[in-house]
């Protein structure tokens, strides 16, 4: 089974116009950093049937989306600084109109969140759903949730559009970062059974 | 019950002198930052009821320790760099022969491991130890781990001097920040049953 995350990140700076040396200022890129890596690294290696989209709905260009490959990125290491250096890499190349491969594993094109989302087996990560392990997975899944903000009501009614379920890992509330490693918890533990 | 997390970080300076703009090239204060936030911070409140303390092995004062009381932090923040800072400034703080509060909720000291494990209800935290869910949990608990290495054999024995048991949280080997919020999440789980 192919894991896949979808990150909606409201306030990060779209064009990388933003300092490695304050990232919490940089509209919270410290969030997609530590997102990316709870998403693809464990010890000692990258989650390779992973995948991680980062959608940017900040400004100056709302919905530019950073795609990153567990199976072929580089360079990714579990630090915020030199993860949110290859999230900036990205937004600084990006071109209007086509995908940009900005380096290994590293894709940046614009879309919208239905673009995403179409032909996905969506499940949206959201407090006072069913529980996790109340669900039955199978095929591939992708697993939505917001950064430091929660979605909006219109980002939400597009994910509900697609969601076979709201799925809830926690009974408190948890950081995005938190809530994805025990997402992959979940489902290691459900694979080695 | 109150929740502990003890961190064997083995190779930052304990003299502080790393610079916050490498935390890997500091002897990764960013791990021992990231075990700190995945200890005691929560989307919108901090973990009143949980502990972090870090040992701090490295030269060149091996020993020196550090130790956050999610009930009395304050400044603690989830971003690496603003953590690695609460972090040195505590190691820039430190006195031989005493136990000195460097910023609210923030205590550093000398001490060996001996000293931390002795009156507590220890649990190793330890791959292909006992899986999580076949434990019974009362009362408080003390989770030992190591950074970004394992414990030394010297540093094993200790612990499992005082272990109750090694404990393993996933089939596969992941980031010592990942482990405490997996952790967190199972007692989170246990306790709403």
Not at 50 to 77: A, D, F, M, Q, W
Request: include cysteine; charged fraction near 25%; glycine fraction near 6%.
């Amino acid at each position: 089974m192919k894991r896949k995350f979808l990150v909606v990140c409201h306030d990060v700076r779209t064009d990388g116009a933003f300092s490695l040396n304050d990232l919490p200022g940089s509209g919270r890129a410290d969030v997609c950093a530590r997102c990316v890596v709870a998403s693809l690294l464990i010890s000692y290696g990258i989650r390779k049937d992973t995948e991680v989209i980062l959608h940017l709905s900040g400004e100056p260009t709302p919905g530019i989306s950073i795609r990153i490959n567990g199976s072929s990125v580089k360079y990714l290491n579990p630090d915020e600084r030199s993860t949110a250096a290859l999230i900036r890499n990205a937004l600084l190349k990006y071109r209007e109109g086509k995908e940009v491969q900005s380096s290994p594993g590293v894709f940046v094109w614009r879309a919208g969140l239905e673009d995403i989302l179409r032909n996905e087996n969506v499940y949206y990560l959201k407090e006072n759903g069913t529980p996790l392990n109340q669900l039955n997975f199978s095929g591939d899944a992708m697993f939505v949730l917001g950064d430091h903000k929660d979605l909006t009501p219109e980002e939400e009614q597009v994910v509900r559009k697609y969601a076979r379920a709201a799925v809830s890992v926690s009974p408190i509330s948890l950081y995005s970062e938190q809530c994805i490693t025990i997402v992959h918890n979940y489902l290691d533990m459900l694979e080695v059974k």
